[in-house]
């Protein structure tokens, strides 16, 4: 059975590591268990994380696959990100196109203590959204809550941008790197991700479609398996 998740101690058994469960983590550092647009699951040592529709799932190897399946089709599910396994299993049980992401990792020995150029989420999406699809108001509300609660980090040099979508104990995740069309090519985006990264430290991910690997390589990133990105299927 999956039930609602409230409280940070419902969440102890989550795993202190890994891109999934410190996604659920960063949400819930954020948003806490009382929002009904943000809520949290568990079945077992499965856990899940939902922002507006979209999904997370952290799972356990003696996880309810079935179940899970009719609850994330009960709950109207618009996409999900989840490992290998968990895609697997649920590709066929619910209505959803899965598309294959990479995930990529660099390590840095310690931080660098340099300043970063941060700024707000508006300046950031005046370049992130020259290369993202992204809906402007729903994306702006979630990152300023999440830079305002420290969860989350803009990052940009006026000519590219990135953020941090959280950093928890040696643990980075960054997202949207993103340059303006017409500085493409002169490596301001990686300049500004090893600066990035060097602040940081620990270890760092990335999660990118096959077709940027490449970028990620020369900026030191090495593949680290891949992930399933699945959007619902709407019936017409």
């Known amino acids: ?20 469960a410190l996604k659920i983590r960063a949400l819930f550092n954020a948003y ?17 994380a939902c922002l507006d529709g979209s999904f997370v799932i952290c799972e356990d190897p003696g996880c309810d696959w079935e179940e899970l399946a009719g609850f994330l089709a009960m709950n109207g599910f618009s996409d999900l990100f989840c490992s290998e396994t968990a895609g697997d299993m649920l ?7 899965f598309s294959r992401v ?8 310690e931080k660098s203590g340099e300043e970063l150029p941060e700024c707000s989420p ?22 300023s809550h999440r830079v305002r609660h420290g969860v989350s980090r803009c ?12 950093s928890i104990g040696s643990e980075s995740l960054i997202s949207q790197v993103a340059v303006l069309p017409d500085f493409e090519g002169k490596g301001y ?16 991910r990335v999660i990118c479609e096959d077709r940027l690997t490449g970028f990620y390589e020369k900026c030191g990133f090495r593949h680290a398996g891949y992930r399933y990105c699945a959007a619902r299927i709407r019936e017409e």
Do not use: N
Not at 122 to 143: C, G, H, N, Q
Not at 155 to 166: F, I, P, T
């Open 91 to 97: 590709r066929g049980k619910i209505p959803a196109e």
């Open 32 to 48: 806490g268990g009382s929002y009904e647009f943000c809520r949290f699951f568990r079945q077992g040592s499965t856990y899940l």
């Open 155 to 166: 990052v940009s040099d006026g000519r590219s941008a990135l953020v941090v979508q959280h």
């Open 102 to 109: 990479c995930l990529m990792e660099l390590r840095m020995p």
């Open 122 to 143: 508006s300046e950031a999406w005046k370049v992130i959204s020259t290369r993202f699809p992204i809906d402007f108001e729903p994306w702006y509300l979630d990152m």
């Open 1 to 20: 059975m999956t039930e609602r998740i409230y409280t940070a101690e419902q969440l102890s058994e989550l795993p202190a590591r890994g891109v999934e």
């Open 189 to 204: 985006a990686g300049g500004l991700l090893r600066r990035v990264c060097r602040a940081l430290g620990g270890e760092i």
